[in-house]
């Protein structure tokens, strides 16, 4: 997470990057900071990224229900497309397979470690 941080830093200097948490996974980490310290270390970090503008929180929607076992990530980032339009580039980091389906609607689709190494080896989008 802090090395995702720290590229994000960097990016937000030539453009507008964004971190976008749902709310599910929000609440989630809050949940378990009580509890581990290793969830206390990480929720605060979410907060110092959204306290530099490089974070931002879904507010609640159909993906957070209880209800649902796993949100339809599909569906809602291309609602969130839609939503904020200003937000050109998606990028889903994931660590699940996609087959593809993302990419067919203009989402990129990379898991955490390709999504650092790609942007460390200055691969992506020019990144210095």
Sequence with gaps: ?????????K???????KWVLHYRDSRRLKENARLYPKAKEKTDLLNKCKEDGLLD???YHECDLV????????QCLCHQQVQNIS???????????????F????????????FLMGLLSKTIYGFT
Excluded: A, C, H
């Excluded at 997470?1 to 830093?9: A, D, F, G, R, T």
């Excluded at 990016?11 to 990057?17: D, E």
């Excluded at 209800?67 to 599909?74: A, T």
């Design 103 to 114: 990419e067919k609607n203009g989402i990129l689709t990379m898991t955490v470690n390709s």
């Design 11 to 17: 990016l937000s200097q030539t453009g507008k990057w």
């Design 87 to 101: 937000f050109r580039y998606p990028v889903f980091v994931t660590d699940s397979e996609t087959d593809g389906v």
């Design 67 to 74: 209800s649902r076992q796993e949100p339809n990530y599909l």
């Design 57 to 59: 929180i879904l507010p």
């Design 1 to 9: 997470m802090k090395k995702i941080l720290e590229i994000l830093q």
